[in-house]
């Protein structure tokens, strides 16, 4: 009939517009279908981002971190559970022996995340940080080395350490038995070691106070973070006061940091302010990569060395290290 329109050249017009605009489309990548995608470079993609980051944390060249005057002993508490105390303190370790430095991981939580964490035995049987304590075994004889890296060692944790604190209550220098023991270890060539405790403020945090002279501070970007930081402070004028005068925060990290929230950024502000320099500028993200891991038995490093959170880490341990050349004298820091 005249004046109407054929189906058939209707569906054939609409083909040919699709055909134009799947070719202006294709030009403007520059090329023709897949394989438009060789020009672009690897790295301008996620993916080849990623692994390009991965690359240079497995294979760093020779990039080394400088070695402290002297070993840095480090208490990593928050009385608060799910800051990341146990997460701080294994990925740090890994992101300084990745970078030169020899680290040991003393796991004061008798859940045993950390040596978990680090790939090492903590069953019941094996000597670990509870024998030590007791001193049925000396510090020597408890470390582990972490199947992950030649300068990453572990005394662990097992099951038993839960009774240890009844155990030292009755005990001679109760607060004093981990700095006994460690000192054993005052010809061990190790830059750091990292003492990460339980979530409470009981004997084996007040230990781990008494033995080391730094105590570095996990704080969540989250509403609750400040609260309970005040008791964490006065006990550690407390051990200040009556057992270790040497000890100081000399170390606040923010963890778990979502930048999509305002109040991320106003605890971050908060932190700083009240904290001041002790605060590392590197603030780890919240990542799921980072919560995975230790069910891997490993790091982030070590799981997803290109991830945001390996490389948080990576920032964190530099800046750590490049502390160590600040000397500390009395609470107050001398350059």
Do not use: W
């Not at 572990?154 to 109760?174: F, H, K, N, W, Y």
């Not at 945090?205 to 989250?222: G, H, S």
């Amino acid at each position: 009939m005249s004046g109407g329109s054929d189906p058939a050249v209707s569906r054939e017009t609409e083909s040919e517009k699709a055909g134009a605009k799947s070719g202006t489309a294709t030009e403007s990548m520059g090329g023709s279908g897949f394989n438009s995608y060789s020009s672009i470079s690897p790295d301008d993609t996620p993916i080849g981002a990623a692994a390009h980051r991965a690359s240079q944390v497995l294979h760093p060249g020779s990039v080394t971190l400088p070695k402290p005057a002297k070993r840095r002993m480090l208490t990593i508490a928050n009385q608060k559970g799910g800051v990341g105390k146990t997460t701080t303190a294994v990925n740090l370790a890994a992101a300084l022996a990745l970078q030169g430095l020899t680290v040991l991981v003393v796991d004061l939580d008798p859940q045993g995340n950390a040596s978990t964490a680090l790939g090492v035995e903590h069953h019941s049987g094996v000597p670990s940080s509870y024998e030590m304590l007791i001193g049925e075994v000396t510090a020597r004889e408890a470390i582990q080395k972490s199947p992950h890296s030649d300068r990453l060692f572990c005394i662990p944790a097992t099951i038993d350490l839960a009774g240890a604190e009844i155990e030292l209550v009755s005990m001679v220098a109760r607060e004093g038995r981990l700095k006994t023991a460690l000192a054993d270890l005052a010809d061990i060539d190790a830059d750091f070691i990292l003492i990460d405790c339980p979530p409470s403020l009981g004997l084996l945090t007040v230990n781990a106070m008494v033995a080391a002279t730094e105590v570095l501070i996990p704080i969540q970007c989250e509403y609750y973070a400040l609260e309970g930081v005040g008791q964490l402070l006065r006990n550690i004028e407390l051990v200040q006061s009556h057992l270790n005068p040497a000890l100081h925060v000399s170390t606040v990290i923010l963890t778990m940091y979502d930048g999509r929230t305002k109040l991320a950024d106003q605890v971050a502000e908060e932190v700083r302010k009240h904290f001041g320099d002790a605060v590392l500028r590197a603030v780890i993200p919240r990542s799921v990569k980072v919560s995975e891991a230790p069910g891997y038995g490993m790091t982030v490093l070590d799981y997803d060395p290109g991830s945001r959170g390996a490389m948080s880490y990576l920032d964190a341990g530099r800046e750590l290290a490049a502390r160590s050349a600040v000397a500390v004298t009395d609470g107050t820091q001398e350059r």
